[in-house]
């Protein structure tokens, strides 16, 4: 191969491409310093300079330190929910997806440690703000409308009842998620990997048997008879001794017994 072979010239970066580099390297500059000194103290500086931009391209391509943050939480909300979706997918050919659902879990808290108390100051953070906390629901309505055709499929597979909202139990998952992973990071002996999937058995356990038609009520027993007079109660012939004539109608001339007895 000669020497000019070697020399081609680079095809050069779209404006597109070249944004959405721009755009990968200061995310990842900032989950760094985000998970290094937290997100009250970290600058946007500070995440400019670890990505080698200015602070204009921050602003330029996120609008603030907090809307890059939003960012991140909405970009690794739809990594986990793609991840629990290709689990279950590849669990249709027979694989059980509860060990692996459990294992995406105890990656979430173990590989990623900074992670979760990042999104606890964070969420502290925007409910101080409610602007800011409108714009992170507005970003993580993506990531659970995501989530939420993945439980529609699971919904149908257990036959559950149509009134059963596939959109409340997504809303579901993702605390059940969050939460679990904020308590295994308090305590990883209290939620072993396979907690989370099996948290999963109940709540789909649950939602199916709200389906299942429950034993018919007894029918009401019928009212005992009535007295015929002050001092005895009626007798039938089921339970009269023998010889003993049944009991007649109340005898005429008392108004009070034409009324209807209670």
Do not use: C
């Not at 809307?67 to 909300?77: C, D, I, P, S, Y």
Request: hydrophobic content about 40%.
């Amino acid at each position: 191969m000669s020497a000019d072979a070697d020399h081609t010239p680079k095809r050069r970066p779209t404006r597109a491409e070249a944004k959405a580099r721009t755009r990968r390297l200061l995310l990842d500059a900032a989950a760094r310093t985000y998970a290094r000194k937290g997100f009250a103290a970290a600058s946007v500086e500070e995440i400019a300079e670890a990505a080698g931009f200015s602070i204009g391209a921050v602003y330029s391509n996120f609008g603030s330190k907090e809307r890059l943050f939003v960012e991140l939480l909405k970009e690794r909300a739809s990594q986990q929910v793609s991840r629990a979706t290709e689990i279950v997918s590849e669990a249709q050919h027979g694989d059980d997806p509860v060990p692996a659902l459990g294992r995406l879990l105890a990656n979430a808290a173990d590989k990623d440690p900074d992670f979760a108390p990042l999104q606890a100051e964070f969420w502290l953070y925007a409910v101080r703000n409610p602007p800011l906390l409108e714009t992170l629901a507005e970003e993580l309505r993506g990531p659970r409308s995501e989530l939420a055709s993945l439980m529609a499929k699971a919904l149908s597979h257990i036959g559950a009842p149509e009134t059963v909202s596939a959109d409340a139990v997504a809303t579901i998952a993702m605390a059940l998620f969050q939460g679990l992973l904020r308590q295994r990071r308090i305590d990883a002996a209290s939620v072993p990997d396979e907690l989370l999937g099996q948290a999963m058995r109940w709540l789909f356990a649950g939602i199916a048997a709200t389906g299942t038609p429950g034993p018919a009520p007894a029918a009401p027993s019928a009212p005992a008879p009535a007295p015929t007079n002050d001092t005895a109660p009626a007798t039938t012939n089921d339970t009269a001794p023998a010889g003993t004539p049944a009991a007649g109608p109340p005898p005429a001339g008392r108004p009070e017994d034409d009324e209807e007895k209670p």
